[in-house]
């Protein structure tokens, strides 16, 4: 399942670029000349196009200008990182003038490398490890950096960037988010381990090439600076929860990047975090009328419920998640 950037981005959306737009943009550009363009289904918050020409392939991908762009440029500069660090990340071609992004209609477009292989399943053991391993790796690649504490409370913020009719769009919504925020800030954050993120990495971003052996992580267009369990919270959603993911937590732990008294301390309280960022998303789009990236508007409906479930659930079930059992 996709999941939103932590964003504020509430900009009027500026309409899609045509298919004509971005063949022309990589004919000017990147010298594409003749390529075959072609829509994939659209993400959240950007539109993706297939590349072809001869035997090669590329993705192109737009994003509106603006604060989401200059995410976009920091995603693409984490995943040419993670790609020389031996992990496929479609990172970057760079343009005839030496860009990461060129502008086109009022987005910014870049053309991506090619990763090959399957999406990953959540549900699968065997798939979780790889996911737990090609996350520690590339949070490694990234290394890590200390933040002062006023830093640190503020990135845990989120009521101030929505308005009120968003917040108060159901009634349960304010008060959840509020106590998320507020067991945040007893955990105290700056002691977490902060560093670059992939920002969204959700089950269907990862790459398994069964021909190389190699798990790849791709779509780093949510890339920002916080603890590494926002990531690791991220994936946990889509693999059961913490009872669910104990294949995947147990090999990102594997990896050293993270200590496990660090993740038994405070992985629920980003999950918290995580589901009331759900929230406010998924009421905001509801608002709006806003069906990109999901079939019908039962998919924002069923989004928004499923973080009304965690929030809400029985104080019980907020205990500190556990060490991942096993080897």
Same mark, same amino acid.
């Given at each position: 399942?996709?999941?939103?950037?932590?964003?504020?981005?509430?900009?009027?959306?500026?309409?899609?670029?045509?298919?004509?737009?971005?063949?022309?943009?990589?004919?000017?550009?990147?010298?594409?000349?003749?390529?075959?363009?072609?829509?994939?289904?659209?993400?959240?918050?950007?539109?993706?196009?297939?590349?072809?020409?001869?035997?090669?392939?590329?993705?192109?991908?737009?994003?509106?200008?603006?604060?989401?762009?200059?995410?976009?440029?920091?995603?693409?500069?984490?995943?040419?990182?993670?790609?020389?660090?031996?992990?496929?990340?479609?990172?970057?071609?760079?343009?005839?003038?030496?860009?990461?992004?060129?502008?086109?209609?009022?987005?910014?477009?870049?053309?991506?490398?090619?990763?090959?292989?399957?999406?990953?399943?959540?549900?699968?053991?065997?798939?979780?490890?790889?996911?737990?391993?090609?996350?520690?790796?590339?949070?490694?690649?990234?290394?890590?950096?200390?933040?002062?504490?006023?830093?640190?409370?503020?990135?845990?913020?989120?009521?101030?960037?929505?308005?009120?009719?968003?917040?108060?769009?159901?009634?349960?919504?304010?008060?959840?988010?509020?106590?998320?925020?507020?067991?945040?800030?007893?955990?105290?954050?700056?002691?977490?381990?902060?560093?670059?993120?992939?920002?969204?990495?959700?089950?269907?971003?990862?790459?398994?090439?069964?021909?190389?052996?190699?798990?790849?992580?791709?779509?780093?267009?949510?890339?920002?600076?916080?603890?590494?369990?926002?990531?690791?919270?991220?994936?946990?959603?889509?693999?059961?929860?913490?009872?669910?993911?104990?294949?995947?937590?147990?090999? &990102?732990? *594997? /990896? =050293?990047? #993270?200590?496990? !008294?660090?993740?038994?301390?405070?992985?629920?309280?980003?999950?918290?975090? $995580?589901?009331?960022?759900?929230?406010? &998303?998924? *009421? /905001? =789009?509801? #608002?709006?009328? !806003?069906?990109?990236?999901?079939?019908?508007?039962?998919?924002?409906?069923? $989004?928004?419920?499923?973080?009304?479930?965690?929030?809400?659930?029985?104080?019980?079930?907020?205990?500190?998640?556990?060490?991942?059992?096993?080897?």
């Amino acid at each position: 399942m996709s999941r939103p950037p932590d964003s504020d981005d509430t900009a009027p959306s500026t309409p899609t670029p045509s298919r004509e737009d971005i063949a022309a943009a990589l004919t000017s550009h990147w010298g594409l000349t003749g390529a075959e363009v072609a829509p994939l289904m659209g993400g959240m918050n950007s539109a993706t196009w297939t590349v072809r020409r001869g035997a090669t392939r590329w993705v192109a991908k737009t994003v509106p200008q603006g604060a989401e762009a200059k995410r976009f440029r920091y995603g693409l500069e984490l995943s040419a990182k993670a790609e020389a660090a031996g992990v496929p990340s479609g990172a970057p071609v760079i343009s005839g003038g030496g860009h990461m992004t060129r502008p086109v209609k009022g987005h910014a477009l870049a053309l991506l490398r090619w990763v090959e292989g399957r999406e990953l399943d959540a549900r699968d053991e065997t798939d979780q490890k790889r996911m737990g391993t090609a996350l520690a790796r590339v949070h490694r690649v990234f290394g890590a950096r200390p933040v002062e504490r006023g830093y640190a409370a503020a990135q845990f913020e989120l009521l101030a960037h929505y308005a009120d009719e968003v917040v108060d769009s159901r009634p349960w919504i304010r008060s959840a988010v509020e106590a998320a925020s507020e067991r945040l800030r007893r955990l105290r954050p700056e002691t977490l381990t902060w560093g670059p993120l992939h920002g969204d990495p959700a089950p269907e971003h990862f790459r398994f090439d069964s021909d190389t052996g190699l798990c790849g992580l791709i779509d780093w267009g949510a890339a920002n600076v916080k603890p590494r369990l926002y990531d690791v919270a991220t994936v946990v959603m889509d693999a059961g929860g913490p009872e669910g993911a104990g294949p995947l937590l147990r090999a &990102y732990l *594997a /990896e =050293r990047a #993270l200590a496990a !008294d660090e993740l038994e301390r405070a992985l629920t309280q980003l999950l918290d975090f $995580r589901y009331a960022i759900n929230a406010l &998303y998924y *009421a /905001e =789009r509801i #608002l709006r009328g !806003d069906m990109t990236g999901v079939n019908d508007a039962s998919g924002n409906e069923d $989004r928004l419920e499923e973080a009304h479930r965690w929030l809400t659930r029985p104080a019980a079930g907020r205990r500190t998640a556990r060490r991942p059992a096993g080897p």
